[in-house]
């Protein structure tokens, strides 16, 4: 089966989150960082550079500014401070790499510049734009590029890092598993296992991109690819499996898999090869898809019994339920859950591995309430909502705060005469097997049972399918004054 044809179910349960609405297509705009002006156009390493434009990523390393000299390895630094209109960024210590020399003496060079907000900039500045750097003036803490010796004498200046890369090109300096060479030639940072400084190493960007495009050639341009030069590509999806490029680098470190990328590449969905998900094992209940084949995002990288996407895109996180197909139904708020970790077996210490955990508590386990879910067990679930799918359950709250909505049942979603558990669809059995009855209709039982005359409280809830809500004086007979 081809990875587009999947079942109907999970399509249009998973749209809900993944697809944007019409309306944010229409009014969703990429805009990428421009430079307007430098000043001052003449400065030295360990000064500050001012960069007036638009489109900077506010606050302090938000914003990322780019020096570029032809035939160097591009040199990423974090902006000092930054509006969406300016930033301030001091001319690291390592621009002393893109310098020229003369008689093995650094000198002034001019740098060509790109900001990296949301996105990186389309172009380099030009010639007219760009900063003209000089070595470190006396007093900055710069390695010194003529050291003296005895007596005064002048010294060979110990080569630099790069340069030394250079003379060992089957090396592999920084250990992100590309060699110096192949590194210099795509203007890599032989000497930085993360060159771009977005978390993911230069190594597996560039065999990812491998993966996905066959023939990649790292630079800082346009980015069709992982890029190793490119410190905003952390949020994309390259291979479309659901899982970002910065989760499958986290997936790739936590397997220890290393070279070649046999695990979490995102240039493949299938990293490695296929995954078959045979029916009546383990692995059938990972196949989101049922296509008998586990994707990247269908793994199960901790070993815990949830899919990698069920953990931090899909069903066990609360940004799924808030904000997926189910988002019309009122979140269950007088406690806090936490999210469930891809990389994390047992997520609250607690020696339960998560899928057979229970995150609310309410006697459903997470395999049950998170990986199969509703339509795949046949029951309302809700991993963060313990009222679901028993209201009877021992961590139900059967109390709404005052200002706040009831969650399910209780807005009145489920008819009285429901049947526990509730269905995966909001259907009412005819008759009942064994019915629901919402007490907190049922004031003798649940609210005035022993309480005398006068008593003061305050209830919520719905009557006679309404909502009601009552702070006041109980009358005694089962129902508030007035």
Known sequence: MLRFLRSLSFILVAAGVLAPTAAEAATSKTVYP???SISPRKVSIGQKLTVKGAHFRAGKGKSTVVFYRSGKPVLFAKADSATTTKL???????????????????????LRLRVVGARMGKAWTKNSRSPIVSPAKSGTTAKPTTPTGPAGAQVAAEPTCQQKAAAAPTADFDGDGLPNALELKYLVDPCNADTDGDGMTDGWEYNSALQLNGASIP????????NPLDPSDLADDFDGDGLTAGQEFALWVYSKSGFPLLQYSDGTQNSGGKHPAPIGTADELLDLDGDHNLTDDER???GDGLSNMVEWNYTGTQHWWKEGPYKDEKPYIVRQFSDLDATNPDIDGDGVLDGADDQDNDGWS????????RLAVGYRVQPFNPCLPDPHSPTCSRWTRIGT???????????????????????????PAVPYVNYNIDYGAFVTAGKPD??????SGPWNTAPFWFTGQWDGDGGPQG
């Open 34 to 36: 421009t430079v307007s």
């Open 88 to 110: 301030v960024v001091t001319v690291p210590l390592k621009a002393a790499d893109l310098l020229a020399e003369r008689n093995e003496v650094k000198v002034a060079t001019q």
């Open 219 to 226: 630079y800082p341009g346009t980015k069709p690819w992982p």
């Open 300 to 302: 199960d990288a901790d």
């Open 366 to 373: 997470n395999t049950a309430e998170a990986q199969l879910s």
């Open 405 to 431: 909505d009831a969650w399910p049942p209780f807005d009145g979603s489920q008819n009285i005469n429901t049947a526990i558990p509730f269905g995966a669809e909001v259907a009412i059995p005819t008759p």
């Open 454 to 459: 006068g008593y003061t409280g305050y209830f």
